[in-house]
């Protein structure tokens, strides 16, 4: 097929659209792993089992899909139950690797996940969570969750060893998860994260954009 000097911007415009990301998140927050997987689509997931174990510490911890980081309450990466360091009730969720988060005696303070690229979903387990009154915290850094959102609230208090699903999609991408826990002396485990990166532009459809300009420029 030839194409015409009217034809190309028609052309131009479909390809554009169809190389262009296509969102399928609604702005939603979860607190059950089924109903989030099934809203956020198709994700990555995060377990910690390639870490190595750490003690608590201000250090971050870095994996390919994300790095937490923390100012307030020690981060460590536990290999087992109470390994290196007693878990205080905390466990894995997937496989044996986890993150313990503890501040004795205040508030748990905010968590700061960078993701490695942007998502329009952020879902994950807390461990040993609610068994003092405060609440659970989420929110991005941009999009319908930029200001903080609860996801948990307690009183009711969970028992020890408590296992909870968290999780929120965006319409909108974001490259940065902020998570805040503000229980006292609320020790708690981290796992199983899970991401939904931005789809890439089609290849096809990128090849054809550059085949429609170069046709352009040689026309002219």
């Known amino acids: 097929m030839r194409l ?5 911007p028609a052309l131009i415009t479909l390809l554009a659209l169809l190389a262009a990301p296509s969102a399928h998140a609604a ?3 979860y607190t059950d792993e089924a ?6 689509g198709s994700t990555a997931m995060e377990s910690f089992e390639g ?7 201000l250090a971050p911890i870095s994996t390919p899909l994300l790095t937490l980081s923390t100012t307030v309450a020690p981060i460590g990466l536990q290999t087992g139950t109470d390994s290196p360091e007693t878990g205080f009730g905390a466990t894995a969720v997937d496989g044996s690797h986890y993150v313990s988060v503890y501040l004795p005696n205040l508030p748990q303070g905010t968590l700061r996940f960078d993701l490695a690229a942007p998502s329009t979903a952020f879902g994950f387990y807390l461990t ?4 003092t009154p405060g609440q659970i915290l989420l929110r991005t850094n941009s999009g319908a969750f930029a200001s903080d959102v609860v996801v948990a609230s307690f009183p009711p208090l969970l028992g020890n060893g408590s296992v909870r699903f968290v999780g929120l999609t965006q319409t909108q991408a974001f490259s ?3 998570l805040t826990v503000q229980g006292v002396d609320e020790a708690y485990g981290l796992d199983k994260v899970y991401v939904s990166a931005v ?7 990128l090849f054809g954009l550059g085949l429609a300009a170069l046709w352009a420029r040689r026309r002219r």
């Open 4 to 8: 015409t000097p009217q034809q190309l």
């Open 27 to 29: 702005d939603a927050t």
């Open 35 to 40: 109903s989030f997987l099934a809203g956020a």
């Open 51 to 57: 870490a190595a174990a750490r003690a608590r510490a």
């Open 128 to 131: 040993d969570v609610g068994e």
């Open 176 to 178: 940065r998860v902020f």
């Open 199 to 205: 789809p890439e532009p089609a290849p096809a459809a």
